[in-house]
């Protein structure tokens, strides 16, 4: 089970946006890595088709290793660890470990 998930809010804790946080857009769990909204851009060189119009370059969010970054608990507004607890009807919750919130 992948400690980080769509629409969480993470921070970057290396590489060259070290420090930037964003929304997660999208999770490849097979590949253990994740788009965050805002973060990590690529350029990318498009040729003119019927569909796009315009041709050129297009700056796009690539995607980043899962070990990069950090949940940022929406109680204590920190990036933290997450643990994972089985609730008493067999659910599993996923909560911050600074301050023990349900994520």
């Known amino acids: 089970m992948l400690?980080?998930?769509?629409?969480?809010?993470?921070?970057?804790?290396?590489?060259?946006?070290?420090?930037?946080?964003?929304k997660v857009l999208k999770v490849y769990p097979d590949r253990e890595r994740v788009i965050v909204q805002g973060i990590n851009f690529s350029k990318k060189h498009t040729k003119r088709t019927s569909q796009n119009e315009q041709g050129g370059i297009i700056q796009r969010?690539?995607?980043?290793?899962?070990?990069?970054?950090?949940?940022?608990?929406?109680?204590?507004n920190q990036p933290s660890r997450v643990g994972i607890d089985i609730l008493k009807d067999g659910s599993k919750v996923r909560y911050c470990?600074?301050?023990k919130e349900v994520l």
């Open 3 to 22: 400690h980080i998930k769509k629409n969480d809010s993470v921070k970057v804790l290396s590489g060259k946006d070290k420090g930037k946080t964003g």
């Open 97 to 99: 470990r600074k301050c």
């Open 61 to 76: 969010e690539a995607s980043l290793d899962i070990s990069n970054l950090a949940v940022v608990c929406k109680g204590c």
